[in-house]
């Protein structure tokens, strides 16, 4: 009943920049939280920014300083700005919407989208 659509990735140079956008589409009522996470291959995913309704963030201290999160309550859109791109940023990048469905909070993933920084 929701859909999640990841855009923005792509091939950028070390010490470059990108953005990437997560919209949520469907039965949505209220998003309680959203995410974006990172799997490399041969490594486990990892949590690299995370959102409240209220706007509190989180980063892990791999990225904090780098990249940046914030969201379009009106738009049910989540971006990530990422700077400062290092080869190791190098990952499918995925985006999770939490939203609280009839007394439940529901997790709904996007399909990914790659990014990759060269050196």
């Known amino acids: 009943q929701v859909q999640v659509v990841e855009s923005g990735g792509g091939l950028v140079q070390a010490g470059g920049s990108l953005r990437l956008s997560c919209a949520a589409s469907?039965?949505?009522?209220?998003?309680?939280?959203m995410g974006w996470y990172r799997q490399a291959p041969g490594k486990q995913r990892e949590l690299v920014a995370g959102?409240?309704?209220?706007?509190?963030?989180t980063y892990p201290e791999s990225v904090k300083g780098r990249f940046t999160t914030a969201r379009d309550n009106a738009k049910n859109t989540v971006y990530l700005q990422m700077n400062s791109l290092k080869p190791e940023d190098t990952a499918v990048y995925y985006c999770?919407?939490?939203?609280?469905?009839?007394?439940?909070?529901?997790?709904?993933w996007g399909q990914g989208t790659q990014v990759t920084v060269s050196s």
């Open positions: 999770a919407v939490n939203v609280v469905d009839r007394g439940s909070v529901i997790s709904y």
């Open positions: 469907g039965s949505i009522f209220s998003i309680s939280s």
């Open positions: 959102i409240t309704s209220a706007g509190g963030t």
